[in-house]
């Protein structure tokens, strides 16, 4: 099993900043590659980023350049440092695990409002 435990989601105004964590615990040595998605009230959940073992990174347009995606591996943690946010950005985020079984794991998610 694998925990993910997400944290620094807040209210932020358009072209603010914010920094989301990760805190990654159980069976990391299962882990392929981590990920953040989004889910906006009333629409589908979308993967915004990812970043693998060997730190490849890829993310979804609707971020390019304004996301990055890092991973610390001796905290075991996984960051997304936001920038130049949007009112479209405002969605819980949640924090994804991508098992070398296929098995995906995901965070409790944490809040992020950008006030236009």
């Known amino acids: 099993q694998v925990q993910l435990v997400e944290s620094g989601g807040g209210l932020v105004q358009a072209g603010g900043s914010l920094r989301l964590s990760c805190a990654v615990s159980g069976s990391i040595f299962s882990i392929n590659s981590m990920g953040w998605s989004r889910q906006a009230p009333g629409k589908q959940r979308e993967l915004v980023a990812t970043?693998?073992?060997?730190?490849?990174?890829n993310y979804a347009e609707s971020v390019k350049g304004r996301f990055t995606i890092s991973r610390d591996n001796a905290k075991n943690t996984v960051y997304l440092q936001m920038n130049s946010l949007k009112p479209e950005d405002t969605a819980v985020y949640y924090c994804?695990?991508?098992?070398?079984?296929?098995?995906?794991?995901w965070g409790q998610g944490t809040q992020v409002t950008v006030s236009s």
């Open positions: 970043i693998t073992g060997g730190f490849s990174t």
């Open positions: 994804k695990a991508m098992g070398w079984n296929r098995v995906d794991y």
